[in-house]
């Protein structure tokens, strides 16, 4: 598997051990949920009195901004925790969480996982570590948009895309989740039309190839060399 510093975008999972019996264990209600593909999870406006905690599946994060344009800032797999990533009890949430895929998800209340932190350090030392890493991941997503040509702004994101949900297939990385080219555009914050000519690039210079509506990355280490290259204007 890749092994390339990409930045945000995509959150990793919480650390080896941290999953649904640690809050059974604990004592914590769990209500689980089934989501099938583009079902939204919560929207802005929704109560903030919860934290989610994904099974299984890819659940993405945005923002509408502009004129009703969408900006991507998290994609989550198996085990990551989402939602207001505080455990005191706010008013409403203020970005939208969306299944890519089906998805299960469960839903504990904040209150109950309050007390439990206070009187189980173990079960507290593991749910604030997972509340740390994506806490960086978004702080990662910030420092990644820093870059200013869309070029390097997309290699990035590809390969962080091919480490989180990428399989290797013949000495390439195919990306496990179906990406449209708005979709990327979403997540560097640009336009369609921009993405879709890197990607035409891209795939002219053999980066990159797609397949069954699947990208493929042919050549990482020219990606990482585009990715690490010089800022521009968009």
Do not use: C
Request: aromatic content about 8%; overall charge negative.
């Amino acid at each position: 598997m890749l092994r390339h510093d990409t930045g945000g975008f995509a959150a990793s999972s919480p650390p080896e051990g941290f999953d649904l019996k640690d809050f059974e264990e604990a004592g914590l209600r769990v209500v689980e949920r089934r989501f099938a593909p583009k079902d939204l999870i919560f929207a802005p406006g929704d109560p903030d009195d919860q934290l989610y905690f994904l099974l299984s599946g890819v659940v993405r994060l945005y923002k509408i901004y502009g004129d009703y344009k969408e900006a991507t800032t998290a994609l989550l797999k198996d085990r990551g925790i989402f939602g207001k990533l505080s455990l005191v009890e706010g008013r409403w949430q203020d970005v939208f969480a969306e299944a890519v895929t089906e998805a299960r998800v469960a839903a504990i209340q904040k209150a109950a996982i309050e007390q439990v932190v206070k009187t189980k350090p173990d079960f507290a030392l593991k749910l604030f570590s997972s509340l740390s890493e994506r806490l960086r991941q978004s702080d990662e997503v910030i420092e990644s948009l820093l870059h200013r040509e869309v070029s390097t702004r997309l290699a990035t994101l590809l390969l962080n895309l091919g480490e989180r949900f990428g399989r290797e297939e013949n000495g390439r990385v195919v990306i496990g989740v179906r990406m449209t080219h708005q979709d990327l555009a979403n997540m560097i914050a640009s336009t369609r039309e921009a993405v879709s000519k890197v990607m035409s690039e891209f795939q002219r210079e053999g980066f990159i190839e797609t397949r069954n509506r699947r990208i493929v990355l042919l050549d990482t280490e020219a990606l990482a060399e585009r990715a690490a290259g010089p800022t521009g204007l968009v």
